[in-house]
């Protein structure tokens, strides 16, 4: 009998059974099966919002969930992507609840009328686009605390915020930056996080130039957001060799006329040729004509006249060097579409009114309540006093200005230890870490400190929707489901904050339903987890250059008379509100702090705290830039000693160096990924050394470093996006990761964002300029200097179903051919033989001169023997080279090779991305470049020369000839 997980029509999640027999009338020791689990996986790509106010509560209790172990499946299932899972969902073949946020930093009501004729045009563009199917239907349009609007008008957000936004509104950090992009960390057919649209953009109307209509750039983005599509057009690579041997433009479809130029500012000469590749060189590029008689891609170009289709099967251009080809294994755009869960979830066209409504919201200042386990078992083992130094931390560093804070502490009770407090200054927050619990007795009721958490809450406004509590628990609780109605009907946000394996099990479902974080710290004296996961629990706002920047985080057990030391280094983007934190178990230990120009920082600067065992330094103004030192003096017991320093940015117009860290696990099959973004406002951040740092259910952390080179896990190389695979897991339960970042003097660097197409047209036979365009290989901005950043990415379930998974080895995304006179190189990146782990254990390369025949039919198409050849360990560059005969190498000749990784269980990989191999005669190389134009001149008055000399020559023929005749005829 199989069962099935399905959302009903009034967005209730429930389990139904396939056959006439119900499921859940089963032993109550029944457990899901692995087969069971595997149909689960399907949720995460429904269309099942994140947000699990659609899980009735009702459907986690009683027979639904007769043991905590689907409960733990569910929830790591359900939103594994710990941040900014879209609450945008299909009902009726319209998108509801797609949020659209406005930045704390813009202020403009001009728009509110701009996003209204956006969605508008795009909802019918869309219905268009989609073959009459889909249309946008609700639009939920967030405005920042920062805004003075009419309350009458704005509702108060709930769980919806900038940081989970679908499309964000933010000016760039670089003026004149006004492309629209869509992030995309992961692959292809899965989501992206957000939509970025500048201000500039919304509200400048000369921009439709370059871009096309607002709605018709939404409908290209929400394509990369909603179905993990990609672009058609390559900026980096605009020419390509096709399969007859000819060079033509990169775009889709092949149908679309322009022009081929060279174009500097307003001045436009014919294209140099590269005599080695045949393909145009420098700034040469392929200028579209605006008005085209046949249709055009919206992922190539939606500015275009006919640019109201996606490209499908009959018109997709399988041979283009895209992105789409690339990530997508040459699928059409329209393939994926069609096939994406939307599609099978609105079979029927869409026939009445695609008028998008709208709701207006305004976040606020933020209204936090601490609810704290004090319960018996956080009295031993130090725990309590680990939870004081954490929760301090918050409340002197973390929590900003402006906002609301209470305390909650309980057991089998709960205690109002403060009522909410406005923290407007150190006062304040004193005052509050006086009030934090320092003794622990009695059971566990979290329900009771949930309740007594939103009491605390509802005293500013007498509602708990938009405000935050942060709930650290310990052990299990078998009651904590008896309040997830009230939680789900709250309005509320609950981040979780796990302390060890033993947490009850369910602890992470409250966040999930509420659109909270989820963290977990380690249960052993030798860890700084609690202080990185209170120190993550920043603002979601938006306002980062408001917001405490978490710089270092180190901890280690050291022994009478030995020193700790460390390096922390502060960057021109960061100084300000400067806090250097240490923490000891038993003895105070000597601490010294030493600036970049030698100043000391000792005991007196410091503020002890014996009780605690907590000293804080404030560093007094704009902390110097440089390497500051710090230098830690055990001088009694063998204790764990941490460091953690924080700080804001230097300037309110310079945004700081930012870290955000995301793990995925999409299904029972799929491994963990690590993603860590690294950014300078809106800037990708390259060269950074990233490493994760892995709590896992038992032994020690484990340390992986995270890449930016477009291989394994890593989707694009050099975007900012550093990732890498985590398969060494030990046992069921709670993986949190702990990531720290470094960026190297004259290494690190800022580079500009590849943002939506922005090219010049031809119209009338000439090339239309426009401001928008920029040149098309712009290099890097700046070098950065060093920085140094530690951020907590939280936690994830993991079952034990997913402990015996074999995984295959990872696609191989950057096989080359290169031909070398008779002979085709062929090199790659080895892949592990686990994912990116290890090596594989031989090969399988195929080559066809038919690229759809390889993709379509690999296993079928001529073999390329690599029997000899031993793989090696990931990352390694792989070579081999092949003699092919001459028929094959004959001019104009064009081969397609593509290879596919087995592991030692004959597990294999997916097919790489296809080499191509063309086969021509080069051209003459000069010393200098000759332009083609010069070279056709050249030509044509050779033929005039010759001609005339014919011309001449025969009227000279033919004079001596008369003469002849007339001597002849005397």
């Known amino acids: 009998m199989q069962s099935a997980i399905v959302l009903s029509a009034d967005s209730q999640l429930t389990i139904r059974t396939l056959s006439s027999e119900t499921l859940w009338n089963q032993e109550p020791s029944f457990k899901i099966t692995t087969s069971q689990f595997m149909i689960i996986n399907h949720l995460q790509s429904q269309s099942v919002p994140c947000n699990p106010r659609h899980i009735q509560a009702q459907s986690l209790r009683g027979r639904m969930m007769p043991q905590k172990t689907f409960a733990l499946v569910l929830v790591s299932l359900l939103c594994a992507f710990i941040t900014n899972c879209s609450g945008a969902k299909l009902v009726n073949n319209g998108y509801r609840d797609i949020v659209i946020a406005v930045n704390p930093g813009v202020f403009d009501e001009n728009l509110i009328e701009s996003i209204k004729e956006m969605m508008y045009d795009a909802s019918a563009y869309l219905h268009l686009a989609t073959k009459q199917q889909l249309y946008f239907s609700e639009i939920k349009i967030l405005l920042p605390y920062t805004w003075t609007v009419n309350s009458s008008l704005f509702q108060r957000s709930t769980t919806q915020s900038y940081a989970k936004a679908d499309v964000i509104i933010a000016a760039p950090y670089l003026k004149h930056r006004d492309a629209p992009y869509t992030l995309q960390p992961r692959g292809c057919g899965e989501k992206g996080r957000y939509i970025h649209f500048t201000p500039n953009f919304m509200l400048n109307d000369t921009l439709a130039s370059a871009y096309g209509s607002r709605g018709q750039a939404f409908v290209h983005e929400w394509a990369h957001l909603r179905w993990g599509v990609f672009d058609e057009y390559d900026d980096l690579t605009p020419f390509y060799i096709t399969s007859d041997g000819t060079v033509d433009a990169t775009r889709c479809s092949k149908e679309i006329r322009g022009k081929i130029a060279d174009c500097t500012g307003t001045s436009c000469t014919p294209c140099n040729i590269d005599p080695n590749t045949r393909l145009p060189k420098g700034n040469c590029q392929f200028f579209p004509e605006m008005d085209q008689s046949s249709s055009s891609s919206i992922m190539y170009v939606q500015g275009l006249t006919n640019a109201d289709k996606f490209c499908d099967d009959k018109t997709h251009n399988a041979e283009v060097p895209n992105s789409q080809n690339r990530i997508c294994n040459y699928r059409s755009i329209w393939d994926m579409i069609s096939k994406s869960e939307d599609f099978k979830n609105s079979s029927s066209p869409h026939t009445g009114s695609v008028i998008p409504t709208f709701t207006f919201l305004q976040a606020k200042h933020r209204v936090v309540c601490l609810v704290l386990d004090v319960s018996a078992s956080m009295g031993l083992e130090n725990r309590i006093n680990k939870l004081q130094q954490a929760a301090k931390v918050f409340l002197l560093q973390i929590i900003e200005d402006g906002s609301h804070v209470g305390i909650v502490s309980f057991h089998s009770a709960a205690f109002t230890d403060s009522k909410l407090k406005l923290i407007d200054g150190d006062d304040a927050r004193n005052e509050l870490v006086q009030l934090l619990p320092t003794t622990a007795s009695g059971g566990r009721n979290i329900c009771i400190g949930v309740r007594s958490g939103f009491a605390v809450l509802r005293a500013d406004d007498g509602s708990t929707s938009g405000d935050e509590i942060i709930l650290v628990v310990l052990g299990e609780d078998n009651g904590i489901n008896g309040c997830f109605a009230e939680v789900e009907q709250s309005g509320a946000i609950i981040h979780t904050i796990a302390i ?298 993991v079952p034990s179903e997913a402990l015996s998974i074999d995984f295959r080895p990872c696609k191989i995304t950057d096989l080359q051919a290169t031909i070398v006179k008779n002979r085709i190189k062929l090199e790659w990146t080895a892949p592990g033989g686990d994912y990116d782990q290890g090596k594989a254990s031989h090969y399988e390369m195929r080559m066809s001169d038919n690229l759809l025949q390889l993709r379509d039919n690999f296993f079928n198409v001529n073999l390329v023997n690599l029997t000899s050849m031993k793989p090696r360990s990931f990352g390694s560059r792989e070579t081999a080279t092949i003699v092919l005969e001459h028929r094959e190498l004959q001019n104009g000749a064009t081969l397609y090779f593509a290879v596919r990784a087995y592991d030692e269980n004959q597990r294999v990989s997916e097919m790489s991305n296809v080499a191509k191999a063309s086969v021509f005669v080069p051209l003459i190389e000069h010393p200098n470049d000759v332009n083609i134009s010069v070279i056709v001149s050249i030509v044509t008055i050779a033929i005039f020369i010759v001609c005339l000399i014919i011309l001449i020559t025969n009227c000279v023929l033919n004079s001596v000839s008369q003469k002849r005749i007339l001597a002849d005829e005397e």
């Open 500 to 797: 060890g394996q033993n947490a009850t099990e369910e602890l992470e479902q409250l966040s999930i339903m509420t659109g909270g974080l989820q963290f977990a710290a380690a249960d052993n004296l030798d860890s700084n987890g609690l202080i990185d996961a209170f120190s993550a629990l920043v603002a979601t706002n938006g306002d980062i250059n408001h917001q405490p920047i978490q710089l270092e985080s180190s901890g280690t057990r050291i022994d009478n008379g030995t020193w700790m030391n460390g390096t922390v280094v502060f960057d021109k983007t960061v100084g300000n509100d400067t806090m250097f934190v240490v923490t000891w178990d038993a003895q105070t230990p000597i601490v010294i702090v030493r600036n970049p120009s030698g100043k000391t920082y000792n005991h007196d600067d410091f503020r002890i705290n014996q009780t605690e065992h907590t000293a804080h330094l404030k560093i007094q103004g704009t902390a110097q830039t440089g390497n500051w030192i710090y230098n830690i003096l055990n001088h009694g017991i063998k204790q764990f000693v941490t460091t953690s320093v924080t700080s804001r940015a230097a300037d309110a117009e310079i945004p700081p160096v930012n870290v955000n860290v995301y793990m995925n696990k999409k299904d029972i099959m799929s491994p963990i990924i690590i993603y860590v973004e690294v950014t300078h406002g809106f800037l990708p951040v390259l060269h950074a050394n990233v490493t994760a740092i892995i709590e896992r259910p038992s032994g020690p952390p484990i340390k992986q470093k995270l890449y930016d080179d477009g291989l394994g896990a890593d989707v694009n190389s050099d975007d900012g996006i550093y990732s890498k695979y985590f398969l060494m897991l030990n046992g069921a339960g709670r993986y949190s990761v702990n990531v720290h970042v470094q960026g190297e003097e004259r290494i690190a660097q800022v580079a500009l964002r590849r943002g939506g197409h922005a090219p010049q047209y031809t119209k009338n036979g000439n090339i239309q300029t426009h401001s928008a365009n920029l040149p098309n290989k712009e290099g890097l901005v700046a070098q950065l200097g060093g920085f140094q950043r530690v951020k907590s990415g939280g936690t994830i379930l």
